[in-house]
T-cell receptor, first 113, second 115 residues
Framework: DQQVKQNSPSLSVQEGRISILNCDYT??????FLWYKKYPAEGPTFLIS?????DKNEDGRFTVFLNKSAKHLSLHIVPSQPGDSAVYFC????????????FGKGTKLSVKP | DAGVTQSPTHLIKTRGQHVTLRCSPI?????VSWYQQVLGQGPQFIFQ???????GRGNFPDRFSARQFPNYSSELNVNALLLGDSALYLC??????????????FGPGTRLTVL
């Protein structure tokens, strides 16, 4: 059973518009959430994170929103740029865990000029 | 500062063989984790090591083993390779283990192909 789900395998957005990537989780013990971006032939690059005590975290063009009651988080990219085209992974971890991250399957974002 | 480095970048093996993958963490990071990423999936946790001790293990068979050295670098060993072991093997480092708010930083990965 997947504890972290990214139900959209792909997303296409026009340059300059907002990209919204979604992630759902089932484990209520998760208390830290991260987004990673991955280009082909490279490892995942850390993008932004949020602790479960917050509902929003912002870093430049990237904002992550957390809705604990719905067990849902989203990543907003505004404005989207062609260089943002990559696979985005949502990941989660549980406090006191063995330090491992649980990843979703990823969403491939394409930003068209 | 150098990020997480992994070697080799690519590797081709045949079924039944053994493989060793290597990882050097970011300077100052004492924890190393290993993940397996098969095509179309997200990375899946294999091991975490901190101060040379195993701190966590994912759902992988005993053919997978790892160790961490005094300089915090790490090796992942896989014995009796199967076709299904073909994947991108990722190493991630962090300052501390088992602290859920500690970000893990990934290396470029080793692409293993088993024929």
């Amino acid at each position: 059973d997947q504890q972290v789900k990214q139900n959209s395998p792909s997303l296409s957005v026009q340059e300059g518009r907002i990209s919204i990537l979604n992630c759902d989780y089932t484990n209520s013990m998760f208390d830290y959430f991260l987004w990673y971006k991955k280009y082909p032939a490279e490892g995942p690059t850390f993008l932004i994170s949020i602790s479960s005590i917050k509902d929003k975290n912002e870093d430049g063009r990237f904002t992550v929103f957390l809705n604990k009651s719905a067990k849902h988080l989203s990543l907003h990219i505004v404005p989207s740029q062609p260089g943002d085209s990559a696979v985005y992974f949502c990941a989660a971890s549980a406090g006191g865990s063995q330090g491992n991250l649980i990843f979703g399957k990823g969403t491939k974002l394409s930003v068209k000029p | 500062d150098a990020g997480v480095t992994q070697s080799p970048t690519h590797l081709i093996k045949t079924r039944g063989q053994h493989v060793t993958l290597r990882c050097s963490p970011i300077s100052g990071h004492k924890s190393v984790s290993w993940y397996q990423q098969v095509l179309g999936q997200g990375p899946q946790f294999i091991f975490q090591y901190y101060e040379k001790e195993e701190r966590g293990r994912g759902n992988f068979p005993d053919r997978f083993s790892a160790r961490q050295f005094p300089n915090y670098s790490s090796e992942l060993n896989v014995n009796a390779l199967l076709l299904g072991d073909s994947a991108l093997y990722l190493c991630a480092s962090s300052l501390q283990p088992a602290h859920s708010t500690d970000t893990q930083y990934f290396g470029p990965g080793t692409r293993l192909t088993v024929l």
